[in-house]
């Protein structure tokens, strides 16, 4: 633009272009440039020996032989440092639930769907009412079904 005559100024040009000026001002400082981590070679063989030998083993057994051996105290994260520049970690096995069956979607139509199915309730000889003992969940006494329909007594065949 100035070989042209045109003389714009640094406000125009940012909004031209949509910039902030002081994104155009901005100018990072000599030490914001990241300078590679420190690694202690020593503890990084004896790290590489112990995983060599047993490779399932993590960062507290590591820490553990390492501190034992060791004649003065080794820190836990530059141990962890070492392990995390290097990708030695082991992979951890996935936690959780299993995947549910597929086609298989639980869910329920009514409150209380679940918990009632799973209630079976038997007639005793006597004529009492009496659930087994492998139910989930006890039933609340207005959901108990025993004698008549409609009753919600606990024994109605005593009465």
Same mark, same amino acid.
Request: include cysteine; charge should be positive.
């Given at each position: 633009?100035? *070989?042209?005559?045109k003389?714009?100024?640094?406000?125009? %040009?940012?909004?031209?272009?949509?910039?902030?000026?002081?994104?155009?001002?901005?100018?990072?400082?000599?030490?914001?440039?990241?300078?590679?981590?420190?690694?202690d070679?020593?503890? *990084? !063989?004896?790290?590489?020996e112990?995983?060599?030998?047993?490779?399932?083993?993590? %960062? &507290?057994?590591? !820490?553990?032989?390492? /501190?034992?051996?060791? $004649? $003065?105290?080794?820190?836990?994260?530059?141990?962890?440092?070492i392990?995390?520049?290097? +990708?030695?970690?082991?992979?951890?096995?996935?936690?959780?639930?299993?995947? &549910?069956?597929?086609?298989?979607?639980?869910?329920?139509? +009514?409150?209380?769907?679940?918990?009632?199915?799973?209630? !079976?309730?038997? &007639?005793?000889?006597a004529?009492?009412?009496?659930?087994?003992?492998?139910?989930?969940?006890?039933?609340?006494?207005? /959901?108990?079904?025993?004698?008549?329909?409609?009753s919600?007594? &606990?024994?109605?065949?005593?009465?």
């Open positions: 633009m100035r *070989e042209e005559g003389i714009v100024s640094v406000a125009q %040009l940012c909004r031209w272009f949509g910039v902030p000026r002081s994104t155009f001002y901005y100018r990072p400082p000599a030490d914001a440039v990241p300078k590679p981590p420190m690694v070679r020593a503890l *990084e !063989t004896k790290i590489r112990i995983i060599d030998e047993e490779p399932a083993v993590g %960062l &507290r057994m590591i !820490t553990a032989r390492i /501190r034992r051996a060791a $004649e $003065e105290p080794v820190n836990k994260k530059k141990i962890h440092r392990i995390k520049l290097n +990708q030695w970690q082991c992979q951890r096995r996935p936690q959780g639930h299993r995947p &549910r069956a597929h086609g298989w979607v639980s869910r329920a139509s +009514q409150p209380n769907e679940r918990r009632s199915s799973t209630a !079976t309730i038997a &007639r005793s000889l004529g009492g009412c009496r659930a087994p003992a492998s139910r989930a969940w006890p039933l609340p006494p207005s /959901r108990r079904r025993c004698g008549a329909a409609g919600t007594s &606990r024994h109605p065949a005593s009465s």
